[in-house]
């Protein structure tokens, strides 16, 4: 390693052992896998052998998720720590995957739930199917092992038969209450179990209230709701008047909602196993829509859009659950509880602070009060917005709730965008159309669109688009996660669009009643105003306002938000990768560095000349050029430019290192597409045909990287010289201390690298000598970036070639061990993915079996020779958290990723530290 006479150091003392010890851990890594993978194999089979098919709650605790989903798993730990829970069991997530082999419920099972049944019915006090005293109702809900808000199926008042709605009548003297439960069973049950159309309920109810002058449900009086039932059975007359029959194919339902469409879709959206089933969650029915002394709710204990530690929720007088949650009617604050029924408030906020402590997190609670009594019907882990997530995890060290790893690991890195991307600028000129209620944080602006599908078909080629619906409902989540923004006419923070864009990271304005949404005409009304599709709309999820037109917007917020900062500095403190960025620009290069970048591992120096037409033109001149003195005259005009932005970026990254990539992409890529281009370069006719000349059958494996410097030697010493002599000068003016580091590209050979490294160092001598500089006053080093499956192969014959490092360039080494190319993979790859071929992009997140053996293989083949040789990743997978964690534990050196995917480097390679930590086995 010859060149290391003019090296850099990086890295602290401190920090150059860490990276050693961390390194040493590489050969330990497969025995250490395989005793994690024995320990957690035994822990596996002994586990699935003590498994049971049903649990009553008072069985349950919260440890047994993967058993009992997590919501049973919570349901069973709130009735262990003697909180008002209605009594149930839980049909374990073992089940879920036996019925889905065989779509059908053992009888073995039936009678292990009816037994569950029965003491249920002793616990509470009441039969189910009973038609003579009060009877029973029950719930049946999903519970996967990760939350899926809204994702799978629920059927709630189950039990009603015709005999039991005349009984319930008798019993109660509440004719109305016993319709409307009797009315949303029917709905519910054909629409979930029977797979009828839920809009032809939706259409009956809507007309029924336009015939009686009712503008809300509550509006309808008994025979309002006795004639709305009548109409319902005429929608769906084979309802089964059999309670026993309804559990059973509620049951059946439930179990195979895990494969619906929006499931599938959420699963592959958040990368949570196929194979990991859903509970199904049998509970006693508790009303919250007996009369106006009933209500239902939902709690955050605190708030999930800002952190703030606030008891946070929404409630409604007279209603199911549903109701709150579909955005049906716009719900009130949790303070109207304390206003109506304060000791139920007090009791509930005695609950929220228990729960809280309980479970170290922010939970997202529902609630009952069924005549004044308050039940508690679920607690889960909240989802959260990136700023709430991330002042939440800040503070709650603070008072001592957890640990600063723990508030490390609750973080999701690529949720911290949030705090990379445009906010409105309070400074711009707006024009507000309407406010609603601030549901998801951040700024967004695209054109209106008023279905999912729309949505998703339209942001294909990039068009950022704002959906507008009246509500959504789970099977929009294609289209809500396709869009920049989400507007909804009605719902409240906790309704299904504020959820979901709230967990998806999108911004979202929700309850905007000051709008009218007609989705058919695909028109939004406001003011006497009409918008339609294609309009460009703007959203504050911030403060809730919905702007006209496109509204000028401030980037990078992160720097200002002290606990975001806190957090990056935690996770600095744990990491032991560098993070680096990939900038092209002196632009790039101080955005880079003001989000912690530690240098520069990939400066593209083509992208210099795409965004100038003098500039990009002098590049076409040379690529066409027939002569080698033509093409240095042009290099000569080149360097110059190349020159002057390599100062700029030497300037910003003062003191830190700057990769310099020798020209990579193929030469076709510079070359004129038109007539009216080629004319402004020369006559079009000789153009033309010398373009012809050049084009290549695949480019992308022809004539590019470092053939470039074999075939044409003279635009790498163009390039070495541009570089060597900005760093002349900066030296020389005081503004900048350089380090400087060559990447020659797409080596395949030790022969490339034995070639091609003199010419550089001669270069660099020239220039020197030139600027009257002694050898050593421009520290840098020459390295190499491998691309090529050949190269992981030949990578000790490569290290001994005389390189001071190499950097993986993931995103052609994925192409080329896939064979599949970047610009057409997305014809097929999403088809893959959704049949399961392969469970993410790999272009987005690391092949680890493939690539990723590439990558170790070349690893352990360079370090047998050259141990210090330092190795890193300068491909976008170097952004993304699983990959960052994958060469976190392959013991890499640094990543470089795009400079807005800093902070989330920074954070993945902390969490990388942790987890691993966690996870390595005892040894004795």
């Known amino acids: 390693m010859s060149s290391l006479s003019g090296a850099f150091t990086t890295k602290p003392p401190l920090f150059v052992d860490q990276q050693k010890s961390h390194k040493s851990l590489i050969s330990m890594a497969p025995k250490l896998e395989d005793a994690a993978a024995a320990v957690a194999g035994e822990k596996k089979r002994v586990a699935a052998a003590d498994v049971k098919d049903v649990y009553l709650f008072r069985e349950g605790n919260k440890s047994m998720r993967e058993i009992l989903g997590g919501k049973g798993a919570n349901l069973a730990e709130m009735t262990n720590i003697g909180l008002p829970v209605p009594p149930g069991f839980i049909i374990s997530t073992k089940v879920c995957n036996d019925f889905l082999e065989r779509n059908e419920l053992s009888a073995d099972l039936e009678r292990k739930y009816i037994e569950a049944l029965r003491t249920v019915e002793s616990q509470i006090g009441r039969d189910f199917a009973d038609t003579r005293a009060l009877p029973l109702l029950l719930s049946v809900r999903s519970g996967a092992v990760a939350s899926m808000p809204g994702m799978m199926d629920t059927v709630l008042n189950l039990g009603l038969s015709d005999a039991v709605v005349e009984n319930l009548i008798r019993l109660t003297d509440n004719p109305r209450w016993v319709y409307d439960t009797q009315r949303r069973f029917i709905h519910m049950f054909s629409d979930v179990v029977m797979g009828i159309d839920g809009e032809l309920f939706e259409k009956a109810l809507t007309e029924l209230k336009a015939e009686r002058g009712a503008k809300v449900d509550l509006d309808l009086d008994t025979e309002g709701m006795k004639e709305l039932v009548k109409r319902y059975k005429e929608i769906n007359p084979n309802v089964p008047d059999d309670p026993y029959t309804q559990l059973k194919m509620s049951i059946k339902a439930v179990f195979a909602s895990w494969n619906n469409p929006r499931a599938v879709r959420y699963r592959a959206y ?216 989400i507007l909804t006419q009605l719902g409240g923070m906790t309704s299904h669009a504020a959820v979901v864009a709230r967990g998806m990271g999108v911004v979202c304005v929700s309850g905007c009643e000051e709008v009218t949404v007609d989705v058919k005409n695909e028109i939004l009304e406001y003011d006497g105003q009409f918008l339609r599709r294609g309009d460009v709309l703007t959203l504050d999820g911030t403060s809730g306002e919905v702007l006209l037109g496109d509204v000028d917007k401030i980037e990078i917020g992160g720097q200002q938000d002290e606990d975001f900062q806190t957090l990056l500095n935690w996770a600095d403190g744990y990491r032991v990768l560098n993070v680096k960025a990939n900038a092209d620009t002196p632009e790039d290069a101080q955005t880079a560095r003001l989000l912690g970048a530690e240098g520069i591992g990939l400066c593209r120096t083509e992208h210099m000349f795409f965004n100038d037409i003098e500039r990009i033109n002098t590049m076409r001149k040379m690529v066409l050029a027939e002569t080698q003195e033509k093409r240095e005259i042009l290099l000569n005009d080149l360097s110059v430019y190349q020159k002057e932005d390599m100062k700029a970026i030497f300037v910003a990254m003062s003191g830190l290192p700057v990769t310099i990539r020798l020209l990579d992409p193929p030469l076709h890529e510079f070359l004129p597409k038109d007539d009216d281009t080629c004319e402004m370069i020369g006559e079009l006719d000789v153009i033309k045909k010398r373009c012809e000349e050049l084009e290549e059958v695949n480019p992308m494996m022809g004539f590019r990287g470092c053939r470039l410097s074999v075939v044409y030697p003279e635009i790498t010493r163009m390039q070495v010289t541009a570089a060597i002599s900005a760093a002349c000068e900066v030296v020389k003016e005081g503004s900048a201390s350089p380090q400087i580091e060559i990447m020659i590209p797409l080596v395949s050979t030790s022969k490339e690298i034995e070639f091609i490294t003199p010419m550089i160092k001669d270069t660099i001598t020239d220039v020197l000598s030139e600027y009257q500089l002694p050898d050593k006053s421009i520290p840098y080093k020459i390295g190499t970036m491998i691309e090529l499956p050949r190269a992981c192969v030949r990578a000790d014959a490569i290290a001994k070639a005389g390189i001071d490092f190499m950097s993986f360039g993931t995103n052609d080494l994925t192409q080329s061990t896939w064979g599949f190319s970047r610009d057409d993979m997305g014809h097929f790859v999403p088809s893959y993915i959704e049949k399961g071929i392969l469970s993410s992009d790999p272009f987005v997140t690391l092949d680890h079996a493939g690539v990723g053996s590439f990558i170790r293989m070349a690893q352990e083949k360079a370090l047998s020779v050259s141990p210090y040789l330092e190795l890193g990743v300068c491909g976008e997978h170097g952004g993304d958290p699983e990959s960052v964690r994958f060469f976190h534990e392959a013991g890499l050196d640094y990543v470089s990723c795009s400079p807005y995917r800093v902070p989330i480097a920074r954070i993945a390679a902390g969490q990388a530290v942790i987890r691993q930590k966690e996870q390595m086995p005892k040894l004795p």
């Open 270 to 485: 958040n990368r949570i196993a196929n194979d990991s089933g859903t509970a199904v969650n049998v509970q006693a029915m508790v009303f919250g829509n007996l009369n106006n002394n009933c209500g239902t709710g939902v709690g955050f204990t605190r708030n999930p859009a800002t952190g703030e530690n606030v008891f946070f929720g929404e409630f409604l007088i007279n209603a199911q659950g549903e109701d709150v949650v579909a955005g049906i009617r716009t719900p009130e604050s949790l303070n109207a509880i304390r206003e109506k029924w304060p000791k139920i408030y007090d009791e509930l906020f005695q609950i929220r602070d228990q729960l809280e402590k309980h479970y170290r997190n922010m939970q997202d609670i529902e609630f009952t009060i069924e005549n004044g009594k308050l039940y508690m019907l679920q607690t889960r882990d909240g989802k959260r917005t990136a700023k709430g997530s991330v002042k939440m995890a800040i503070d709650m060290v603070g008072e001592g709730l957890i640990s600063r790893e723990e508030a490390l690991l609750r973080i999701s890195p690529e949720k911290m965008d949030f705090f990379l991307h445009p906010s409105i600028d309070p400074k711009a000129a707006k024009t507000v159309i309407a406010s609603g209620l601030p549901a998801s944080p951040g700024a967004a602006t695209g054109i209106i669109v008023f279905s999912p599908e729309d949505a998703e078909l339209t942001a294909k080629d990039g068009t950022s688009v704002i959906l507008v619906r009246r509500d959504t409902t789970p099977e929009d989540i294609h289209g809500m996660k396709a869009a920049q923004g």
